[in-house]
């Protein structure tokens, strides 16, 4: 019985861990992303500063208003992607020990699902 719990769970970090590299790869192209957006935004602000002679106000902002909440959408995307590998990776160390209870591994992802929820609330609030 011993030997199938250690399979069974071999097999779940084995698809936990091929979980964390996709959000890994989706974290390194988001963070991509967002690098390429802040820099259309610092060259409309350098741009602007160069025409003008004078920083843009929030209002002379106004056209680059997708940009900005496009920025906004991936920092916040980032952020939950960031917590999910971390949780990810955490639960992988707890688990390469001998557990004999299975429920904790169930209350750990119950515990990550419900900070993931708790950082996508506060996100969307500020």
């Known amino acids: 019985m011993k030997q199938c719990k250690s ?3 071999k097999i ?15 974290l390194q192209k988001l963070l991509a992303q967002k690098k390429r957006v802040k820099n259309q935004l610092k060259v409309y602000d350098q741009n602007f500063l160069a025409n003008t002679g004078r920083n843009p106000t929030r209002a002379d902002k106004e056209p680059m208003r997708d940009t900005y909440k ?6 916040q995307h980032i952020i939950k992607l960031e917590l999910l590998v971390r949780t990810a990776q955490d639960t992988n160390v707890d688990n ?7 429920g904790e591994t169930e209350h750990d992802q ?17």
């Open 7 to 9: 399979t069974h769970r």
């Open 110 to 126: 119950k515990s990550q699902i419900q900070l993931y929820e708790e950082v996508g609330r506060g996100l969307l609030m500020k």
């Open 12 to 26: 779940e970090q084995s698809k936990a861990e091929e979980k964390n590299s996709c959000h890994k790869t989706e």
């Open 96 to 102: 390469t020990g001998d557990s004999d209870s299975e």
């Open 70 to 75: 496009l920025y906004s959408n991936l920092k």
